[in-house]
């Protein structure tokens, strides 16, 4: 059992914090490459990442893109389809949440990588054996650790991972967990909790009349979604653009652009099957 006796330890991942420095990842590699632990035989140095960075591009057009990142560990999930795979208690749930693979009993045992169904456990073609994430609990139940996070956690230079009790609602992590919106990865619920992963988004660029060559600053732009009733409002920036982001995906958009003295225009059925810019609307007046 952890030395700081948390009754539910867990990591709040923010990607909206996460910038993509790999210092976690390699964190990770340090203190599990070379050695075997406790809970865990040595993690190969290549073809297995505990905690993976997801990256991608987002945008349907270069005039608007963006980037979003996601460090994935195991989840630790609150009903462990690996566990469900496993044969003789290769995999068990500590006391405290954190889930284990035993490296002895899970030898031979590759249906409980296949069953993870976010692929953070891999499969040790050498040693016949599954291996993945042991939120560092090793190290946490040393008295002589000096450390008192998993490693990936202490390494981030910018508190996009956060280690406390989650069943605790005084705790730092539960705090954060409130005052943010909780996205989960691949719809997994356990003790690793992410935080601000974005949604789709609607973004355009408003201009005066096109041989004017000039953005329109401060237009006012709306969005109303039919099928949730959700509506949304916002004005161009000092370059003309707009976005709303986080949106709900597969949904269908009215966006509607006004300015005093032009035209309003309209646009149906935009829609947020993915990221995706409307285009340069260029005003008439009226």
Known sequence: MLKTKMKKPGIAINSARCMACYACFMACKDEHCGWD???SKSQPELGQYWMNIIEW?????????????????CSHCDNPACMAAAKDGAVYKREDG?????????V??????????????????????????????????DPDYPGFEPRCVEACP???????????????????????????WKGMTGSVVHLNIPGKFLAGTV????????????A??????????????????????????????????TV???FPGFKPVVYENERTDHDHYVGITYLEQE
């Open 37 to 39: 632990t406790a809970l």
């Open 57 to 73: 591009e987002r945008g349907d057009n270069p005039r608007h893109v963006r980037t979003a990142t996601v460090p994935v560990p």
């Open 98 to 106: 954190i889930v284990i693979i035993d490296p002895e009993k899970a």
């Open 108 to 141: 031979g045992q590759k249906a409980i990588a296949d069953a993870c169904p976010q692929g953070s456990v891999f499969w040790n073609e050498e040693l016949q054996l599954p291996q993945k994430c042991t939120m560092c609990a090793e190290l946490l139940d």
């Open 158 to 184: 910018n508190q996009a991972l956060v280690f406390g009790d989650l069943a605790d609602p005084d705790s730092a992590i539960s705090k954060l967990i409130a005052a943010n919106t909780v996205t989960p």
């Open 207 to 218: 201009a005066y009349p096109k041989e004017l060559e000039e953005v329109c600053i401060g």
């Open 220 to 253: 006012k732009v709306t969005i109303a979604c039919a099928e949730t009733g959700e509506t949304h409002e916002t004005e161009t920036n000092w370059a003309g653009d707009y976005e709303f982001d986080n949106l709900p995906e597969g949904k269908s958009w």
């Open 256 to 258: 509607t652009v006004t």
